[in-house]
């Protein structure tokens, strides 16, 4: 930790030292002014208030989603779990069609809903703000969808996907006894 005050932070510094966190991974969906679908994946994303509901998400000023949500289109936040980690790298690809084989629908802004997320949430973006090269969009949210699954969270931890069990089944896990485990491994 010696000569930090003279080190200059970079983008791969700010990388790095996120890398360590745990982030739970997300898709965010809106359409574009001809009304295609537009996709991508994000970690950045962070619930701002409770009353009236809102949430954060900052986005790179040059992503495709970037445009519209200048331009006001409202959007879709997709808490992923373990089973969408394929959807997630399709998002976060620079391919010609990101939903081709991702099961959605359509809502009534145009936008993707992805079946089967932990969590779906409808938002307005009320505030945009540019700051370095990101844009953060604030949205109001107006529609919460939970339960669809029971699924584990998606996580992003040092560079690649992983996931995190909840602490009532790493519970389960820890007062069972080793035979009690083996039989139940036998069974699944
Ligand atoms: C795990 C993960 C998290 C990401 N988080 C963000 C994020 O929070 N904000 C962002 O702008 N890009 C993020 N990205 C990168 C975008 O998903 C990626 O650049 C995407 O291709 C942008 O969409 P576009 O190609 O349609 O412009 C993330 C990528 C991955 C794999």
């Known amino acids: 930790m010696a000569d930090t005050a003279e080190r200059v932070a970079t983008g791969t ?3 790095k030292a996120f ?3 745990p982030e739970p991974v997300c898709a965010i969906t809106t359409c574009d002014e001809w009304g295609e679908r537009i996709g991508m ?3 950045a994303v962070t619930s701002v208030s409770l009353d009236p509901p809102m949430l954060l998400v900052c986005v790179n000023s040059k992503a495709l989603i970037a445009s519209s949500l200048r331009a006001g289109m409202p959007f879709v936040v997709h808490f992923l779990t373990a089973e969408q980690e394929e959807i997630a790298r399709r998002l976060a690809s620079p391919i010609e069609d ?13 936008a993707a809903r992805l079946d089967e997320a932990g969590a779906i949430l409808e938002c307005e973006p009320s505030q945009i703000h540019e700051t370095g090269d990101h844009i953060v969009v604030i949205g109001q949210v107006t529609r919460v969808d939970v339960g669809a ?6 996580v992003f931890h040092g560079g690649a996907f992983t996931t995190v069990r909840s ?5 389960q896990q820890t007062t069972q006894s080793p035979a009690s485990r083996r039989q139940e491994a036998r069974h699944s």
């Open 149 to 154: 699954t029971d699924a584990p969270p998606l």
């Open 167 to 171: 602490a009532r089944e790493a519970a």
């Open 19 to 21: 890398g360590l966190r």
């Open 98 to 110: 990101k939903f081709q084989g991702v099961s959605h629908r359509m809502n009534a802004t145009g």
């Open 13 to 15: 510094d700010i990388r």
């Open 41 to 43: 994946t994000a970690t």
